[in-house]
């Protein structure tokens, strides 16, 4: 059963950096793009920044210069290394996996994760 599993969330200050994993299992995840997503009550989901099989990224602008994704094949995951948070950072981070994904089109992707809680207060 495919599955993707979310980790690495928590409370930070702002300025401090944290690291999200994205573990797969029942699928090659080599073949597949993986992608984070964030969602705060009450908005849409965004979009945060994606890897394709190839190792191409792409980055929302929010992410843009203070996020970097990587992909670790051989362990079957995927990370986010987020720093510099801000508080308009404190969301629900979603990592999502698609064999056909493409950038942040979330309905290009097809196994998501429960998610895991970021928040960014002093």
């Known amino acids: 059963q495919e599955q993707v599993v979310e980790s690495g969330g928590g409370v930070v200050q702002p300025g401090e950096s944290l690291r999200l994993s994205c573990t797969t299992s029942?699928?090659?995840?080599?073949?597949?793009?993986v992608g984070w997503f964030r969602q705060v009550p009450g908005k849409e989901r965004e979009g945060v920044a994606s890897?394709?099989?190839?190792?191409?990224?792409f980055y929302g602008d929010s992410a843009e210069g203070r996020f970097t994704i990587s992909r670790d094949n051989a362990k079957s995951t995927v990370y986010l290394q987020m720093n510099s948070l801000k508080p308009s950072d404190t969301a629900v981070y979603y990592c999502?996996?698609?064999?056909?994904?493409?950038?942040?089109?979330?309905?290009?992707?097809?196994?998501w994760g429960r998610g895991t809680q970021v928040t960014v207060s002093s």
């Open positions: 999502t996996a698609g064999l056909f994904g493409l950038q942040l089109m979330p309905q290009t992707f097809e196994w």
């Open positions: 890897i394709s099989s190839e190792g191409n990224t």
């Open positions: 029942g699928f090659t995840m080599d073949y597949y793009a």
